[in-house]
């Protein structure tokens, strides 16, 4: 086995991100050692490098990652759906490691705010094992982070994007409590609007309403399960709300996914619902993102307002056996519009930023 590894370092925000070579750790007991195959940069990435959130630095970014097996530490038998694990093995993993013995782990159901959290692409590089980000030859898993095989009919690129984007978008519609003949309202065609409407159609929802400001990517969606799309650019929050109503017999729709990151939609979408409807909040994942409204409105109405930020294991479980199970019926591979080698990673990333694809992939 190669002694080092190459990955994409950011020392500051706004800056091109540089290669540099680590030195790869010992397996430690219940860890694994992964040759990453494929990353995909998600909008938060994005956030990181642009300065918009705080971030360690020195950091790997990236955490939609896929790799295969290189070694296996002591102990390491199984994944997290009880299969075996062997080297060479294709596999995922929850975006963080947790504890399961904390207050949040423990008690309330919440391991993405576990106390001793780690995320990969998100914790500091500086000290071994380095290799706890996307954009890197190498990924070490570390013992508290729940690990699945990636079904044979998946490619690494349709599996990437599962362990944020899609298991994010799985736990959203868990809180939302969705039910089939639902109507819905997804705001914003990335990654996670492309997954909420696959997501509401495998459930039986009627109207599945899409907005954005970009028809390619409404016409995207359509392929996705989108039944009515809404280009909002031209368009004011009044008419907004009539084209709404109007597709929903005059109710409004019963559950608003806000996966654009636009806080302004938040206001806009609330008055979507109708009555006694449920807003999920995805998107504003950085601070600052405020917004006003009246209160009396969510009061009289019944409205419910959630945030979701990232997951618990078993939504990437399922997002997982989700694609593997409907990759027939929606065409998961397109999600990926363009592809870069580690070294091309500055590129990779003004892609993403110009918003012209969905899903940029990073492949080493
Ligand atoms: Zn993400």
Sequence with gaps: MNKTGKAAVMTEAKRELEIREYPLSQVGEGCILVKITCCTICGSDLHSWLGKR????????????VGEIVELGEGVTHDSGDQTLKMGDRITWTIMDNCG?????????????????????????????????????????????????????????????????????????EAAGLRSFENVLIQGVGALGIYAAALAKHNGCYKIIVTDILDHRLEFVKEFG????????????????????????????????????????????????????????????????????????IVFRWLTLLGVHNYDTRHLQRGIQFLSQMRDFFPFHKLITHRFSLNEINQAMRVAQSGEGIRVAVLP
């Design 101 to 173: 013995k904390c207050y949040y782990c423990r008690e309330k159901g919440l391991m993405m705010k576990c106390r001793s959290l780690k995320k990969y692409g998100h914790d500091s590089c500086a000290s071994p094992p380095h290799f706890v980000g996307g954009f890197a030859e190498y990924c070490y898993i570390t013992p508290g982070t729940c690990i699945f095989k990636i079904p044979p009919n998946l490619t690494n690129e349709e599996a990437a994007p599962a362990n944020c984007a899609l298991a994010t978008v799985v736990a959203g519609w």
């Design 54 to 65: 705080q971030a360690p630095t020195p950091i790997i970014l990236g955490h939609e990652i």
């Design 226 to 297: 989108a039944t009515n799309t809404i280009n909002t650019k031209n368009m004011r929050d009044e008419e907004i709300i009539q084209a709404v109503v109007d597709l929903t017999d005059g109710f409004g729709v019963d559950v608003v996914m806000e996966v654009a990151g636009v806080p302004s939609l938040i206001p806009l979408g609330l008055k979507c619902l109708r009555k006694g409807g449920r807003f999920v909040a995805h998107g504003t994942a950085f601070p600052g993102a405020n917004f006003t409204y009246d209160a009396s409105d």
